[in-house]
């Protein structure tokens, strides 16, 4: 063997004996070495700062205001064929009034034969559906507990608001009750599609993450008023893309007292039907409601408009098309619908209305769309 080979057998097989001695336990520790097992100091923080300070404050002042929603769907059983009712899905709501009225979306408690609502102190409850206008994605519930368990929320206005204004949402998202996400509000005035396909305008458009279980939760400003109801969100993958979309709560605080008093959204109406707009464009008449029925002793009807009919030779008899209302343009039905329901039944319209070329003015007063 060679010496080399020989001068280095006993520092490996000491090597493995200290190896051997380590597995076995076998090192001696001295008791006195053992430093003491005492917690670090805690370095002092100093003062929150004005945006967190903020921040607590908004969520202690509203969170009280908002609600989970589950709605419960009527299950069978195979077996038994007994029914019973089973949670179908959550959302979010808040505390309207001291009456006990619930705000949220339509869609969070579509297609629910019943839904529970769990208050901030976690108490849960059985609402009632009060009324709901699917056009606008909005619904009130009504639960039915003391005045003193109710905290209403306190509604600001979406009129004044500017993008870059710092915004709160409170919400349930994935069933995680009483979450706060924060943000800005990235843009106003958008465009948003409702259950029915109507076209919600105006939608506040912010970056604060909005997820399944935030629908129907409620966007709030710096000073913790209601500026929004969060209603979607733009994401391919289903989660929060950092583009949610909120009601204004301007739209919000002229329906909600509708469907308390009525159950409905009883829509302001000029008794008219609207043609196609592919039928516009083929009649060369220019962008706005064209007319292709005029109820008979409706509002439109005494304001004098009349509707497209086919005469006795088979031409077309030309009649109106609605293209403003109170001097703001509408390019087609939605527009005008849009434009009407900000308005009260028996209240006078001015409508711009062309026929043949010419372009007149009348004052209609609207009725009912019953």
Not at 4 to 22: D, F, I, N, Q, Y
Request: glycine content about 10%.
């Amino acid at each position: 063997m060679p010496a080399t080979a020989l001068l280095r057998r006993p520092v490996v097989l000491l090597t493995a004996g200290l190896v051997a001695l380590a597995a076995a336990g076998c090192w001696h520790i001295d008791a006195q070495s053992k430093p003491a097992a005492q917690p670090r100091a805690v370095t002092p923080r100093g003062a929150l700062d004005a945006d967190e300070t903020n921040n607590i404050n908004v969520f202690k002042k509203t969170s009280p205001s908002v609600v989970h929603i589950t709605n419960l769907a009527l299950q069978r059983d195979l077996f038994s064929l007994r029914v019973t009712e089973q949670p179908q899905g959550t959302g979010t709501g808040f505390i309207w009034d001291e009456n006990g009225h619930i705000v949220t979306n339509f869609h969070v408690i579509q297609g629910a034969n019943a839904a529970t609502v769990t208050l901030s102190d976690q108490s849960v409850h059985p609402a009632k559906l009060v009324g709901a206008f699917p056009d606008r994605d909005l619904a009130v519930l009504r639960v039915d507990v003391p005045k003193e368990k109710l905290a209403p929320i306190a509604i600001g206005t979406s009129r004044e608001l500017q993008v870059g204004q710092k915004v709160y949402a409170i919400g349930n998202p994935f069933g995680l009750d009483q979450t706060l996400t924060t943000g800005i509000v990235s843009a106003l005035n958008r465009e948003i599609e409702s259950v029915t396909r109507r076209t919600i305008k105006g939608a506040i458009q912010t970056d604060a993450a909005i997820n399944p279980g935030n629908s129907g939760g409620p966007l709030l400003d710096s000073a913790g008023r209601l500026i929004g109801v969060n209603t979607s969100i733009y994401s391919p993958s289903g989660a929060s893309a950092g583009i949610g979309f909120a009601i204004p709560v301007d739209e919000v605080n002229r329906i909600v007292p509708r469907l308390i008093r009525d159950g409905r959204f009883i829509r302001p109406a000029l008794g008219v039907t609207a043609g196609a707009a592919q039928l516009s464009q083929s009649l060369g008449a220019p962008k706005g409601v064209l007319l292709v029925g005029v109820v008979s002793g409706g509002p439109a009807a005494r304001a004098g408009l009349q509707a497209y009919t086919r005469g006795r030779d088979g031409r077309i008899v030309p009649g109106d098309v609605i293209t403003a209302v109170n001097d703001q343009p509408v390019a087609d039905l939605d527009d005008m619908l849009g434009l009407l329901e900000q308005r009260q039944i028996g209240e006078k319209v001015v409508l711009s209305v062309w026929r043949s070329g010419q372009t007149r003015r009348v004052i209609a007063t609207l009725g009912s769309s019953d």
